[in-house]
């Protein structure tokens, strides 16, 4: 009999020993906080949309029915490397598609009833904003970027624009010309070379109209200013003139789209619009 509740006992602590053992210690150093993120670290497919290259540059939360809404969007491979693309488009639709789009989503998964197509099919090469043109109705619109590089799906996040169908509704300053020139008109003279623009950064007030003479006094260079749909090619020698109104305060890059050597990447600047 008491070989008999010694065996029972043995078995009993193995049992328990083992319950224990399925349950993984703690990571040396780590703590409640450090286990809990990475219990929530995204899916591989999530971590593969969180890498996106495509971006909406500006797009506004409200627009006015049956008005022309202009907006830029932009896209850049992962590496930095000039890429050519056959698709890219701005998709939307009246109702909401929620969620993360990751790289294995095709446009008729991702289920937006219409797209923009301006830049559907073709060749264009990458880095490169684009500009599309819609006339929306009065309700909400549901925008996502998207963009095809190497076989694999690229989306941004969805935006919502609110459209109002009364003036009224816009807000304080909607009456006011988009175009008005409110501020001074300031001209910058600045100069391309291999690989700076000088100068390489552009101080401005908001509502400023702004002109910018620039040259190239050596190669073949660009000036892509995304968020005043700037994108110009400057020939050696040649002088090319672009004029916007500088409407919105903040900084906003600028910087060489036509590859021109081994300093490429580096020829950027800034424009700041302060208020």
Not at 233 to 252: Q, R, W
């Amino acid at each position: 009999m008491r070989k008999y509740f010694a065996l029972m006992a043995l078995g009993a602590a193995l049992v328990a020993a083992a319950c224990t053992r399925q349950v993984p210690p703690p990571q040396a150093g780590g703590n409640d906080d450090d286990q809990a993120e990475a219990a929530s670290s995204p899916t591989p497919s999530d971590a593969a949309a969180a890498k996106t290259v495509v971006q909406i540059l500006n797009l506004r939360a409200k627009v006015l029915a049956g008005q022309p809404l202009e907006f830029t969007w932009q896209v850049k491979p992962e590496d930095g490397a000039t890429s050519t693309i056959s698709h890219t488009a701005v998709h939307y639709d009246i109702v909401s598609h929620p969620g993360v789009l990751g790289m294995d989503v095709t446009p008729a998964a991702a289920g937006y009833k219409e797209l923009t197509p301006d830049f559907a099919a073709g060749e264009f090469q990458v880095p490169r904003s684009f500009t599309a043109k819609l006339t929306p109705q009065a309700g909400k619109l549901y925008v996502r970027a998207h963009a095809i590089i190497e076989g694999k799906q690229y989306w941004t996040g969805e935006a919502v624009v609110e459209v109002v169908s009364d003036p009224a509704m816009m807000g304080e300053g909607a009456k006011k010309d988009e175009g008005a020139v409110t501020g001074e008109v300031k001209t910058v003279t600045m100069t391309a070379r291999t690989w700076k623009f000088e100068p390489s950064t552009v101080r401005v007030k908001k509502g400023d109209r702004v002109k910018l003479v620039v040259k190239s006094v050596d190669a073949t260079h660009g000036l892509m200013l995304p968020q005043y749909k700037i994108d110009e090619k400057l020939e050696p020698g040649k002088t090319v003139t672009v004029e916007f109104t500088a409407d919105t305060a903040g900084e906003f890059p600028f910087w060489c789209n036509v590859p021109c050597g081994e300093g490429h990447r580096e020829m950027r600047g800034t424009l700041i619009v302060e208020e």
